[in-house]
């Protein structure tokens, strides 16, 4: 059997979510249609309105509806202490960790050439001017451990290099109520090169 | 049976893409297969997973994308840093652009492994090993021309200029290439001239193969 053309539609619209196949996408669409006509009503004025409503903060490339974030908007918080991470969800999981008071520049994305990902594509052109310009006094970098995070960070780095920004990383090591059993090697070589009195 | 009974192979993950929520998508190169791709079930969990560790894997399926049965170790993980770091990672976009997949190179895995465990001791002339990986590249995709003669086979000569002919080799041309140059590569004399002048012309020789799209690890390097 075909679908109608707007049924079709719908299912095809679904799978451009990540990890929803046609299979799923038709499950979705026919239960939008059969059952929660309001919800799928719902969903789709949410969607309008998100897609036209949010952008890119002018300075930190995170979502927001303004031209700045809130926390780039937030004076209370150092706007020169700046924190790198690749995507929306680090600043949230920083943002819970409640340690931080500065802001962040999120590069959605990391260097990884083979996905096309290079330095202009997430945005470090945009944060080499706010270098140059004075803005950051410091830079703490909070990407992650693989391939990609450790040549972003070096990347950063080299641009950062003959400024005055002072730069750190954030520490890597044994994760809080784990044992040392079952810490790979690699990180516990990280962990203990990056030991400190107390 | 013919799954059951594959051995335990050396395999490099040259790139590796999040696949639903904890698998990946990974481009592997394989002494015996080449480069192939694979379903890592699970793997963003396993941080074995990773580029520049050599691996021994066994895999199982068919088609396109194969499943990995089992994965070790095969050596601790190659401590690149900095510009090793973009080398190597432009060493991986060449092969991923470059060879096709289940298409065997077993000449390659020799000059691939020691490019890498050269650029994990440090060495200052990292070009003149990127240079040499090229031209082990070229000459197992069968894209290889002499350096010490030109097209009609004769000698190359320091005072003359060639140009690049993909099909014929290097052939003698009014300006382009110095011949004091290319015959410095051919003997292994990287003098800061012929340095530059190997960068650019393998940079011309590897462009036909690479369609439009450019390299984007060489905007790592400023």
Not at chain 1, 106 to 115: A, C, E, K, Y
Not at chain 1, 116 to 137: H, K, N, V, Y
Not at chain 2, 63 to 90: D, H
Not at chain 2, 100 to 125: C, F, I, K, Q, S
Request: glycine share 10%; with cysteine; net charge neutral.
């Amino acid at each position: 059997m075909k679908h109608s053309p707007l049924v079709q539609g719908l299912i095809d619209a679904f799978t451009c979510l990540p990890g929803v196949g046609p299979r799923s996408a038709q499950r979705m669409a026919y239960h939008l249609l059969e059952r929660n006509r309001e919800g799928g009503g719902h969903l789709a004025e949410a969607l309008t309105s998100a897609m036209d409503g949010v952008r890119q903060c002018s300075r930190c490339r995170n979502f927001a509806e303004q031209e700045l974030c809130p926390i780039c908007l937030d004076s209370r918080r150092d706007q020169s202490q700046v924190c790198v991470v690749s995507s929306p969800a680090d600043v949230l999981a920083i943002e819970h960790s409640g340690e931080y008071r500065g802001r962040y520049f999120v590069l959605l994305g990391q260097l990884s050439p083979i996905d096309g990902m290079g330095p202009r594509q997430i945005g470090l052109d945009q944060l080499e001017q706010q270098i140059q310009a004075g803005d950051i006094s410091e830079i703490i970098l909070a990407t992650g451990t693989t391939v990609e995070g450790e040549a972003t960070a070096h990347y950063i780095l080299d641009m950062v290099h003959g400024t005055a920004v002072t730069v750190s990383r954030i520490a890597q090591g044994v994760p809080m109520g784990g044992d040392l059993e079952f810490v790979d090697g690699a990180t516990l070589a990280h962990a203990f090169r990056g030991r400190r009195p107390v | 049976m013919a799954d059951r009974g594959s051995a335990l192979e050396t395999a490099w993950v040259l790139h590796a893409r999040p696949y639903r929520n904890s698998s990946l998508v990974l481009d592997l190169f394989s002494a015996g297969r080449g480069r192939l791709g694979v379903v890592a079930r699970g793997g963003r969990r396993n941080h074995h997973l990773q580029p520049f560790r050599p691996l021994l894997m066994r895999f199982a399926g068919r088609g396109e994308l194969l499943n990995i049965q089992q994965v070790e170790s095969a050596g601790s993980p190659l401590p690149l840093a900095g510009r090793a770091l973009y080398c190597g990672m432009y060493l991986n976009e060449l092969l991923v652009r470059l060879l096709h997949r289940n298409d065997p190179h077993p000449g390659l895995m020799a000059p691939y492994e020691a490019t890498l465990n050269a650029l994990a001791t440090d060495v200052p002339a990292q070009d003149v090993l990127l240079r040499h990986f090229e031209l082990a590249l070229l000459d197992e995709l069968g894209y290889s021309f002499s350096l010490t003669e030109d097209a009609t086979g004769a000698p190359l000569r320091a005072g003359q200029t060639y140009r690049l002919d993909p099909e014929l080799g290097l052939v003698p041309a009014a300006s382009g290439w110095p011949g004091s140059a290319l015959l410095g590569m051919a003997a292994g004399d990287w003098q800061d001239d012929t340095r530059r002048v190997a960068r650019d012309l393998l940079r011309a020789a590897l462009a036909p193969h690479l369609g439009s799209r450019p390299l984007v690890s060489r905007e790592l390097f400023r």
